[in-house]
């Protein structure tokens, strides 16, 4: 009995009992370092998605802590004399079969990682990739969905993703071209236009107050006097037509013709 609890003490003082815990402690705080510090890095991109971030998190973290964990265990192991020699060897084997079956799945893993972390672009905004545009209507580790205007839905693989133009980056200035009649006063055309400007700057997706630009071009049968409004990314669409309406209103009010196509016809008498 003596000789068992001398044992049994010099066990518990020994480094092969203290080890298991130290090295498990250790590795719990390496693996709360990682996290924090992955949480930081990716929660301080300016254009937030909380959603990606929050998975391209998780997937760090278990990434981070399954590593940590077979670190942890190959030390316990080699502390208590197993050859891990022989396991690492089978592990990276292992590794390597699996990484060659999945690689393709791997590699769009890894490209929707980096796309969310570049933020080139996230879920709601308007891009153009390779030769499609759309509204990014899916944002994920294997593939990105987008969705155009006219409801076509094109699904690319995120390595085939080669050039991105993402519209939803600033601001989009529409520049819009008013048809009136040569008849028309340019002074009165600018004062109900001026008169416009508090109106415009209601409509839903304006940013800025309307400017006035001036007379841009002569026409066959009509002089373009341009306006620009200013939207928010990509949303201008609906301003157009809201703007229409207005100016439809305003003109009729005015009395502002607005033309359209004339031939005016000299007979030569003889």
């Known amino acids: 009995m003596e000789k068992f609890l001398r044992s049994m003490m010099e066990f518990l003082l020994s480094f092969k009992f203290w080890g298991p815990i130290i090295y498990i402690f250790i590795g719990y705080l390496l693996n ?16 937030k998605n909380h959603k990606k971030q929050d998975t391209v998190i998780k997937l760090f973290n278990s990434i981070f802590k399954y590593i940590i964990i077979v670190i942890v265990l190959l030390m316990i192991l080699e502390l208590y004399g197993v050859n891990t020699k022989n396991i690492i060897a089978s592990l990276g084997i292992f590794t390597v079969v699996i990484g060659l079956a999945l690689q393709d799945t791997l590699k769009n893993m890894l490209a929707g990682i980096l796309i969310i972390l570049d933020n080139r672009y996230n879920v709601g905004d308007f891009v153009k990739i390779n030769d499609f545009t759309g509204e990014v209507t899916s944002l994920g580790l294997q593939t990105t969905k987008l969705k155009s205007s006219s409801g076509e839905v094109f699904t ?56 006035l630009l001036g007379v841009d071009s002569f026409n066959s049968s009509s002089i373009t006097y341009k306006v620009c409004i200013t939207t928010k990314p990509y949303k201008y669409f609906n301003v157009k037509r809201e703007f229409n309406k207005i100016l439809k209103e305003a003109f009729d009010k005015s009395g502002i013709e607005i033309p359209y196509n004339q031939l005016d016809v000299h007979i030569k008498e003889r």
Do not use: F, Q, W
Request: charged residues 25%.
């Open 156 to 211: 690319i693989s995120n390595t085939n993703i080669t050039n991105v133009i993402n519209y939803s980056e600033a601001n989009t200035s529409l520049y819009y071209g008013i048809e009136v009649s040569y008849d028309t006063n340019i002074k009165e055309l600018e004062k109900v236009l001026k008169s416009l400007i508090p109106k415009v700057s209601k409509i839903e997706n304006v940013v800025s107050e309307m400017e």
């Open 32 to 47: 709360s370092m990682l996290s924090n510090l992955v949480t930081k890095i990716i929660k301080n991109n300016k254009r």
